[in-house]
């Protein structure tokens, strides 16, 4: 098996949702380590596309690849085949995924939610995976919260458990789905320090965001999405500064 | 003294703003005064009173023999009976509402239109008749047995001998109750978050997880309090089984009365017996919807006997504080 030098390979990914056709042929890559912020207006189709990154969705046509996974179906002998419930989970395990609005398990307290997954979907021994779920609360800034549940937490407070339990799956890639825009905004500043920290570490990011500071200044990439395509990509400092496609001009001049 | 509204301070309380000052008077407000609900409650209790006694003085109610039959071994067997019935009929329909729900919500279109069918059906007719239908079975079906369809059979049962009075009546109230456990689990199912789901799936867990791990247990507390209800009524309802014959409570009052035909004082004791029951099931309600709750709110509504608890200390305190002299 060769080791892949992408971690998210899209090849003319479409989705449509019956005649409605929401991605139009998305191609992009992402590196190992790479922070790709991905921005565009609303209804462009950012979230769907990240849904479908960890098969929430199903792609209608193109390939989709993480890793030198093809997501979402099997190909064998030349055909591609439908998967099993079982083995998109497993497809899954290596992926994080952050919400807008969180969705802690509410009837879990903080630490719960984090030992979850690793506890049902790994079968780790729990001794084991407690210790790692108090170290990834501390990482986070809430080692005093593991015993509360998520109606206790501030939406700041929720968002960061949100990232802990992402993490504890140990994924190679995560992604983050407008991880700021439910929290009032002097909240906004604490996850975004998760997330930077996150970045430095190395991690493998593509992030849906409107706070453009924080694309400037943690990311290596930046995706301009409009309509169901990729408009302009590019350094974000660069794009930023001048964005060359007027559909990019007009949307950051609102936004900036 | 005149209905003043002017806040009444207690102590030498210096009012000083700020943080630093001591901690802020509590709002000792004069309860307004509520004259048209003292003569509506002195009416009621007057009525009230005038009835019990009533009732309760009158010779012919017999409370003797509500006593002496009160604890009857007859009485009681039949109580147990009763009490199993509805444990395991209300277990038949819970388990069979699970399951009828879950098919319902099936993406495979013959096990939806079975859930949906089986709901139609045992919805749709009288329980009475149901009842009648179990206990007569083996007047269309003789013989129960275990084989291959068109093939050889293992084992053959009497009909008679598989389905006693007992089965027929557990069969009965259960598979009606699962009809409507159906519905009642449905709802509590759809009314979870989608999101719920989604995040589980993101984790890595399949289907089979998501809903024991995360939608089931959030369904619960939308299900328990209408379950609780279910259960209440299913002690009630158990007492058409006497149609069919099962020695339950109102079945033996029944056998008693008709012997010594003291009807009143017997049906007080069924009455008797029927709310002590339900008043443990509405304790025992309350403790599971509290015990599922947790999470939902920021603060647990306190056990029954924390609320006994704090009623009786305010009370002491206040009256030790009339005996202080000012
Ligand atoms: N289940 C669905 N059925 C039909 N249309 C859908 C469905 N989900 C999304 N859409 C449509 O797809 C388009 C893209 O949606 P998407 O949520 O990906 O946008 P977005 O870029 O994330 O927008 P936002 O910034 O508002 O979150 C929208 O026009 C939406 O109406
Ligand atoms: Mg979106």
Known sequence: MKTAESVVRAEGVHKSYGHVEVLKGIDLTVAPGEVMCLVGPSGSGKSTFLRCINHLETINA????????????????????????????????????????????????ALQNVMEAPVQVKKRPKGEV??????????????????SYPSQLSGGQQQRVAIARALAMQPELMLFDEPTSALDPELVGEVLDVMRGLAEAGMTMIVVTHEMGFAREVGDSFVFMDGGVVVESGDPRAVLAAPRHERTQAFLSKVL | MTGESSLATRGPGVHKPGRTGPAPEQIQAVPLRRPGRWCASAVLVFLLVFLIQGWAANPRMQWETVGEYLFAPAVLEGLRT?????????????????????????????????????????????????LLFWYF?????????????????????????????????????GLHEAAYMAEIVRAGITSVDEGQPEAAQALGMTRRQTLRRIVLPQALRMIIPPTGNQVISMLKTTSLVFAIAVPELLTSIQGIYSRNFQQVPLLTVACVWYLVATSVLNVGQYYLERRFERGTSRNLPPTMLQRLRKAIPAKAEKAVEQERPS
């Open chain 1, 62 to 109: 193109g390939r989709l690849y993480v890793g030198d996974q093809l997501i979402g179906y099997a190909e064998r002998g030349g055909r591609i085949h439908e998967m099993r419930d079982k083995e998109i989970a497993r497809q899954r395990r290596g992926i994080g995924m952050v919400f807008q609005r969180f969705n802690l398990f509410p009837h879990m307290t």
């Open chain 1, 130 to 147: 407690r210790e790692q779920a108090r170290q990834l609360l501390d990482r986070v800034g809430l080692a005093d919260k593991a015993d």
């Open chain 2, 137 to 173: 079975l083996s007047a269309v079906i003789p013989t129960i047995g275990l084989g291959i369809p068109w093939g050889p059979t293992f084992v053959e049962f009497e009909t008679n001998a598989l389905i006693t009075q007992l089965t027929a009546a557990v069969l009965g109230l």
């Open chain 2, 82 to 130: 009763t009490l199993l019935l509805t444990a395991l009929a209300m277990s038949v329909g819970i388990v069979g509402g699970i399951v009828l729900a879950i098919m319902r919500m099936s993406p495979n279109p013959l096990l939806s239109r079975l859930g949906a069918l089986y709901i139609w059906v045992f919805r749709g007719t009288p329980l009475l008749v149901q």
